[in-house]
């Protein structure tokens, strides 16, 4: 239970993506291009280079299905890949955005994706069969400041989303003629789209990375203020639990079952959070063993040797010998996490392998083989 | 508009009534040396949500008073209970703030204490938090 696979791709990954398969991974190396990258024998090919942005690439997203590369960048604009013969094509998706656009999501049934961004407002893009090209629809004048994160609910209709203004929403996307109005949504059908369905005013900082558990029946996003909310029927009766952790705050998290969560962030290392029978949400441990004897150093984190000087003057006259250099953690990654994606298997309700990209430039797979020791 | 003017009134005078009695309760559990208990008392109850820096100097003097009793610093945080950390933590920071060498000197003593205790994710929360402030 621990990182499988560690393989350094760049100076810095901001974003990645696996393809339907597995067998591939597109990312962006902090630049206006998308790297593919398959693995041969052993080691990882660079197989194609996606150069159509210009500017970084803050999101991108790989259809499971039909198999397309959503991409969207600072340049404001987005791209939907196809893949003709051994080529990949870009469309532009027309975004009317005058800010970057920050991060991106394919819906479950693949008709839609959501793009966040810089310009307080939310896209969602559907493809429109007579004219040939992806349309986006906006929501507009619901968010206070940027959208970090967006997150589809399995119904394909509910889209969360996370703000530098703190809050975390919860919209409808119904789109007529393109959204079946009996699609098993419930009530959620007869919203109109834009709708919004809950503001969640929990965090009183920047909100990031919010994710619906696999049924769709909880929420989770984190604060930058070391705390993460999770929250139960959103839709109808919303009941909110706030776990404050120890360490550094999270950028992203991933639901793994419906009572297991893996929060990856500035401390370089995922942390693992559980509910119990009763549903109460708790930290449970750091998933990379190795932070086990790095803790043991004063105080394990990349400020040790500012706060190291700062004791030292305090004290008068006692000389500076006893301050620790902050040194390497030794863990799977050495900058902050910014990225965990998903390798499901098809049919599988829980996640038992992951991947987490950061500032680093590395990108791990993680594998959890046995939930019983994770619960230790 | 007016009645909301009205309101924040009584709730200062109620705030700051509330202090001086918090006050005197430090004083004598102080006498008793009980420090800790003097602390727990001093955060208990600040007048966090109030924009009025009349009371929140008046709370900072109290807390202040408090922290500076403190000499057993592993001892106090061993039985302050972790649910006063992140308040504990922002008071801190406001002593850090004032700049004045003994005040700063015990600050950062027992900052570097409950850092190793609470984390640095009680840091960010004293520092993130814009609206719950000392």
Not at chain 1, 136 to 155: D, E, F, Q, Y
Not at chain 1, 244 to 249: S, T, V
Request: include cysteine.
């Amino acid at each position: 239970m621990a990182a499988v696979a560690v393989h350094q791709f760049a100076q810095s990954i901001t974003c990645h993506a696996w393809s339907p398969d597995q067998t591939m991974v597109a990312l962006c190396p902090n630049n206006n291009e998308v790297h593919i990258y398959k693995f041969i024998k052993d080691r990882w090919e660079k197989l194609h280079v996606l150069y159509k942005h210009d500017q970084i690439i803050s999101g991108i997203d790989w259809s499971i299905r039909s198999n397309k590369i959503v991409t969207v960048s600072h340049d404001r604009n987005s791209y939907v890949w196809n893949q003709e013969a051994s080529e990949w094509v870009p469309t532009l998706v027309i975004l009317r955005l005058n800010r970057a656009a920050l991060c991106v999501q394919w819906s479950p049934k693949e008709n839609k994706f959501a793009v966040g961004s810089g310009a307080k407002t939310v896209c969602v893009c559907y493809y429109e069969q007579e004219n040939n090209w992806w349309v986006s629809k906006l929501i507009r004048k619901k968010h206070n400041s940027s959208v970090t994160g967006v997150a589809w609910h399995p119904n394909n209709i509910l889209l969360a989303t996370t703000s530098t203004d703190g809050k975390c929403r919860v919209f409808s996307t119904f789109i007529k003629g393109v959204d079946p109005r009996d699609s098993g949504a419930g009530s959620s059908n007869e919203l109109k789209f834009g709708e919004q369905i809950a503001q969640l005013d929990l965090s009183f900082t920047w909100a990031f990375g919010v994710k619906w558990s696999p049924s769709g029946n909880t929420l989770a996003y984190a604060g930058h203020n070391s705390m993460i909310y999770f929250i139960e029927d959103v839709e109808s009766s919303p009941s909110a639990q706030t776990v404050a952790f120890r360490d550094l705050p999270l950028r992203d998290v991933l639901f793994v079952s419906e009572r297991m969560l893996i929060g990856v962030g500035f401390d370089y290392n995922p942390m693992v959070f559980a509910a119990d029978e009763t549903g109460l949400w708790s930290f449970v441990k750091f998933l990379d063993e190795k932070k086990t004897t790095q803790s043991s150093s004063k105080y394990g984190s990349q400020f040790s040797e500012a706060f190291g000087k700062l004791y030292g003057q305090s004290k008068q006259g006692a000389s500076n010998d006893t301050v620790e250099p902050s040194r390497p953690r030794g863990g799977a990654h050495e900058n902050c996490i910014t990225c965990i994606v998903p390798l499901r298997k098809g049919g599988e309700t829980v996640v038992k392998r992951f991947s987490t990209s950061g500032l680093d430039g590395k990108l791990v797979i993680w594998e959890l083989d046995n939930y019983i020791d994770l619960l230790q | 508009m007016a009645a909301e003017g009205f309101l924040e009134v009584e709730n200062l005078e109620a705030i700051i009534t509330r202090i001086e009695q918090k006050s005197r309760k430090i004083e004598s559990l102080l006498k008793q040396s009980k420090p800790v208990e003097a602390l727990k008392t001093a955060l208990e109850g600040s007048p966090l949500k109030t924009r009025d820096e009349r009371c929140k100097s008046a709370n900072w003097i109290v807390v202040h008073r408090a922290i500076m009793a403190i000499k057993d610093v592993d001892g106090m945080l061993a039985s302050l209970d972790p649910e006063y950390y992140d308040i504990l933590m922002k008071y801190l920071y406001r002593g850090l703030a004032t700049g004045d060498r003994p005040t700063c000197d015990q600050c950062l003593r027992i900052h570097e204490k409950l850092t190793e205790r609470a984390g640095l994710g009680c840091i960010l929360r004293s520092l993130a938090d814009t609206v719950n402030t000392v």
